[in-house]
Structures are given as C-alpha cells and as structure tokens.
C-alpha cells in the first residue's frame, strides 16, 4: 500500500492552481467555475479573486455554496486591477503548475491534463500557452484559416504581437507570449525567479501578459504552445477583469498606454520604434491585422488617443 496522501496527486502528474480573476460577471463566471470543476483531474484547487462588490442573488448564493464545501478558495477584494488579482492569487497558490482563465471561458475535458503532460514530458517548458478559439476572431474567418509555422516576425519583440496567432495555428512549437486567458506557468517562474504580474497596466491590462512572457527570457525556460490544451473564449462585453467599456475614453487612452508603457519597459529602441509605428499602422490607421474603419474622422479621434496615451507615459 502506498503510503502517499490521498489529497496529493499521483506521481506522474503535477498540482495545478487554476485562477480565475473576475469582475463584475455573473453567470458566465459560474458557467466557467463549473467547468473547471468538471475536470477529471487529481489534486487541482481552484482560486476565484472576485473584484465584484455585488453579485446577483443566484452567483452570490452559487459562490458560497462552492466556498463552504471548499471546491473553491473565493478571494473578495476592494480593488479593480487583473495584474493585481494575479499576484494576489500567486501568493496563495499552492500548486506546482498556475494556471490562469479568463471568467468567460468554456473548456473540454481534459483540458488540465493537456497543460500539465508538457511540464512532464519536456523540463525546458516554464510555460504553456494554450489555443483560444475566440468566437470574435474565428468569426472573421469563419474557422476556414489555419497555421501550420508561425513566421519569423511572430518571434521579434517589436512586432511579434501582430503575428502569433494562437487562434488558427493547428501545430505545437515555440512562443514568445501567451494569450491572459489560456496560460501556465511553472511555480518556479513565480518563487525561484521573483517575477509578478506588473500592476502598473491600467484598465483592460492589455500587455500585461505580453510583458510577463517577455520577462520569462532571463529564466532559461520556452513558452511552449499547445494547440490542445484549447479553450473557447466568449468575449463577453459585459463584465470582465477589467471595470470600464471597450468604448469610453478611458479605455482607450489607457490602451495605448500599456502599448507605450510594456515598449519602453521591455524593447530595445530599435524595437520601441518598430512596436510603436505598427500600433500606429494597426489601430490609428486600421490597416491589417487590425482592419479598422478607414473614415478620417475616426482615424484622427484614434490618432488623438494614441498621443494621449504616449503622453500619460511620457509623464510617468
């Protein structure tokens, strides 16, 4: 007879910590916890950093019913911020993988042991980045594009983020960034090394992900995509991690913020000036990947919050 704990995980498997940050979301939150939960997958917890100050009657009720029999550990906070909420999370995690989802999220089974097996077969992986099939962007396509190779300029700093497509790419290989809501890490990432989540990206935190897996490079550990530790994401446009609309004034200059912020950070000057002019080329003029309206008065209001967000890091 083994005389291992029954709570610890088999040998050959890894503890994961699964965190879930959410904001003001109700039954998309309860829908993504009871997937979790659905795993068949020995000695996982699941971690809730709840940024909600009041839920509707049917999540409060479903959240303590989960807390009280200890199927999840339901953290409430006072505060709105998604690098905070990771941290947060991080420094009670107790499992040898983390693992963070988005509250809007749909998995299938099986979808743990996928992000567990690549620690375990390759010891050079400190990350994963797992595939999202995105119901916005498979949209575009309409599902018919795939990936085989991501191009070269899927692993410069400066433009990579225009290219790493973890929506159609079919074909596990090496990465420089994950996708916020479908990725692990090592708990050495974490502990060994000292790195966090930098919680000075504002609003939707876009980037922040983006600048952790840039950081990942001093480790010596590869992020490693798997196109079948997938999730589908729903982009819900109601609640989420972050506490302001897509559309207000303030998400949009705190977007470029982050752009500007994350480029003078972590990229070299050649790279800032590559970064900064394809989020001009994408998101000022429109032009592809991004394909925004090419109205000129909508591109000089977005020119307009581009050189407010640089301004508010210039006065950083």
Not at 11 to 19: A, D, E, P, T
Not at 32 to 58: C, M, R, W
Not at 88 to 112: C, M, T, W
Not at 158 to 175: E, N, R, S
Request: with cysteine; glycine share 6%; charged share 25%.
């Amino acid at each position: 007879m083994s005389d291992r704990p029954s709570d610890l995980p088999p040998i050959n498997s890894l503890s994961i910590s699964v965190v879930i940050p959410t904001y003001n979301r109700e039954e998309a939150l309860r829908d993504s916890i009871a997937d979790v939960l659905k795993q068949d997958y020995p000695g996982f917890e699941v971690i809730v950093v709840d940024q909600t100050q009041n839920h509707q009657p049917e999540t409060q009720a479903y959240l303590e019913e989960l807390a009280k029999a200890k199927k999840i550990h339901w953290y409430r906070v006072d505060w709105a911020s998604l690098p905070g909420a990771r941290n947060y999370a991080v420094r009670r995690a107790k499992g040898e993988v983390i693992l963070f989802l988005d509250d809007d999220v749909q998995l299938p089974e099986g979808f743990l042991q996928t992000h567990a097996r690549n620690y375990l077969d390759n010891p050079k992986i400190g990350a994963v980045a797992g595939r999202v099939f995105d119901r916005m962007k498979l949209g575009e396509s309409g599902g018919a594009l795939t990936i085989e190779e991501l191009p070269p300029e899927a692993f410069d700093p400066g433009i990579a983020w225009y290219h790493i497509d973890l929506v159609h790419t079919v074909k596990p290989q090496q990465v420089i960034s994950a996708r916020g809501c479908n990725m692990s890490f090592r708990r050495e990432i974490f502990d060994k090394y000292g790195l966090r989540f930098d919680e000075r990206y504002k609003g939707s935190a876009v980037r922040e992900e983006s600048d952790f897996c840039l950081r990942i490079r001093q480790t010596g550990y590869i992020i490693w995509y798997d196109p079948e530790a997938s999730l589908v994401h729903l982009g819900e446009e109601v609640g989420g991690c972050h506490d302001i609309s897509t559309r207000s004034l303030q998400y949009q200059v705190t977007f470029y913020h982050n752009h500007f912020f994350m480029g003078f950070k972590s990229l070299t000057p050649r790279q800032c000036l590559r970064f900064f002019t394809k989020l001009f080329d994408c998101h000022v003029l429109g032009n592809p990947p991004c394909n925004k309206s090419g109205s000129p008065i909508k591109v000089l209001t977005r020119f307009g919050f581009y050189c407010l967000g640089f301004s508010r890091q210039s006065a950083h």
